[in-house]
């Protein structure tokens, strides 16, 4: 064998590693060192990766940590969440950017000092209230407001907390340097006379007069809708389980049918002029002018009819049936 054609196998098979090495490795997905939150407060494995092409859908599912919702800042250890999500993701190579990866949620911040903690509390109230408005701002009962220092300046930041809550950060500067910083927590009430459950409420139970009353409730922050008429609320069918005081959303209401899964209710059938009564057990829910199936409470055969308005059903005959 020639010294060239070795030559030239030695560079192929250099060739190879290099192509091995850059086409055919793991991908490389890179942890970002700083993660920001807003409202949430679950951290999925997708929130930590840095920009890539295509996430895997696995970590959009990947639960790293929760923050609650009191909490503004946190470290994660980087090693942790790296194996982590080897662990339930094959095929890649994780990097960590750090050895840390920092969690803190997004601060309003005002840029503005004010000369007394009463200018800040109502620079403060007066952004919320254009933001959010009829609400009232309720600060915490053991918070009172400290003698002020003319030479003392102040700033804040807020972040939300949660549903109804916000962290107020207030800074106290002196001669140019933070002599004390202050942490609040803000509620904000909303408040509403709704339709709530007035004892607990299962599952597709429907609802009664009874079973609801009208009361004042903090509804900020809460996505669904609610009603303030019992009217509007009686006679549905809960689809979901309220416990005792809880608002009903009427997210959580339906129309329930004329008929029900296990009724027995009169069914007839009338051929050529003679009509044959006798007593049907539904096999499924209905409402009037839909066909549904029974069964035939003395003979136990499986019928279908129409629901009518008593109720009633109108069984079918085989001719109507088959049209």
Request: glycine fraction near 4%; charge should be neutral; avoid cysteine.
């Amino acid at each position: 064998m020639s010294r060239s054609f070795r030559l030239f196998q030695a560079l192929l098979a250099l060739a190879f590693l290099l192509l091995s090495s850059t086409f055919f490795s793991n991908p490389i997905l890179e942890l970002k060192d700083r993660v920001l939150l807003n409202n949430n407060n679950t951290i999925f494995a997708a929130d930590v990766v840095k920009n890539h092409e295509s996430i895997p859908e696995i970590l959009y599912r990947l639960v790293i940590a929760y923050v609650p919702s009191s909490v503004s800042y946190m470290e994660l250890d980087s090693q942790v969440v790296v194996n982590l999500i080897k662990q339930n993701l094959k095929g890649y190579e994780i990097r960590a950017s750090s050895d840390k990866i920092i969690v803190q949620r997004h601060e309003n911040k005002t840029g503005e000092t004010f000369k007394s903690l009463n200018e800040l509390i109502q620079d403060f109230e007066k952004k919320i209230m254009k933001e959010f408005k009829d609400v009232k701002i309720v600060w915490p009962d053991s918070y009172s407001l400290p003698e002020e220092d003319k030479s003392t300046e102040y700033s804040y930041s807020y972040t939300r907390a949660g549903d109804r809550y916000i962290n107020v950060l207030i800074k106290e500067i002196s001669n140019g340097k933070v002599s004390r910083i202050t942490n609040l927590r803000v509620e904000l009430i909303l408040t509403r006379m709704i339709v709530v459950a007035k004892r607990k409420i299962n599952y597709g139970e429907i609802i009664g007069k009874d079973d609801i009353e009208l009361k004042e409730v903090n509804i900020f922050g809460k996505k669904e809708t609610f009603s303030d008429s019992l009217e509007n609320v009686a006679g549905k069918r809960a689809k979901r389980s309220f416990a005792e005081g809880d608002p009903i959303a009427l997210e959580f209401l339906e129309v329930p049918p004329y008929v029900t899964k296990g009724q027995i209710i009169t069914a007839y059938v009338s051929i050529n002029g003679i009509t044959v009564t006798t007593f049907a057990r539904l096999m499924e829910d209905g409402n009037i002018g839909e066909i549904v199936s029974a069964r035939n409470v003395e003979t136990g055969q499986l019928v279908y009819g129409v629901v009518e308005e008593g109720p009633k059903l109108r069984i079918l005959t085989d001719r109507e049936s088959k049209e």
